[in-house]
Nanobody
Framework: QVQLVESGGGLVQAGGSLRLSCAAS????????MGWFRQAPGKEREFVAA????????YYADSVKGRFTISRDSAKNTVYLQMNSLKPEDTAVYYC?????????????????????WGQGTQVTVSS
């Protein structure tokens, strides 16, 4: 079992930055690929970013490409989502998720249903 805990959300003005953290426990993340999703009120959960470090595959939603960066600190067993140039439409609850590496080898990002473990989410609010 992998337990994931997100942190780093908050209120920020448009154009600002936040870094979300996803701390894992229970197992090392070295054999997992990681993803970030978000869900705004009244909307479905949507893909944001994902990475398979072993396979060197990285995926970003078009809406965040060039602004968001997914990274990992193996020593801390933590994955990050650096979010720059934030926009009001980025407002949502952000979730991190883990999936065994061998599943994330496709050309397209995996859907939410493919992931094995989820965190509880952290709220990001961007004011205009």
């Amino acid at each position: 079992q992998v337990q994931l805990v997100e942190s780093g959300g908050g209120l920020v003005q448009a154009g600002g930055s936040l870094r979300l953290s996803c701390a894992a426990s229970g197992r090392t993340l070295s054999t997992y690929a990681m993803g970030w999703f978000r869900q705004a009120p009244g909307k479905e959960r949507e893909f944001v970013a994902a990475k398979n470090w072993s396979a060197r595959r990285i995926y970003y939603a078009d809406s965040v490409k060039g602004r968001f960066t997914i990274s990992r600190d193996s020593a801390k067993n933590t994955v990050y989502l650096q979010m720059n140039s934030l926009k009001p439409e980025d407002t949502a609850v952000y979730y991190c998720a883990a999936v065994v590496e061998y599943k994330m080898t496709t050309d397209q990002p995996l859907g939410a249903r493919e992931y094995d473990y989820w965190g509880q989410g952290t709220q990001v609010t961007v004011s205009s």
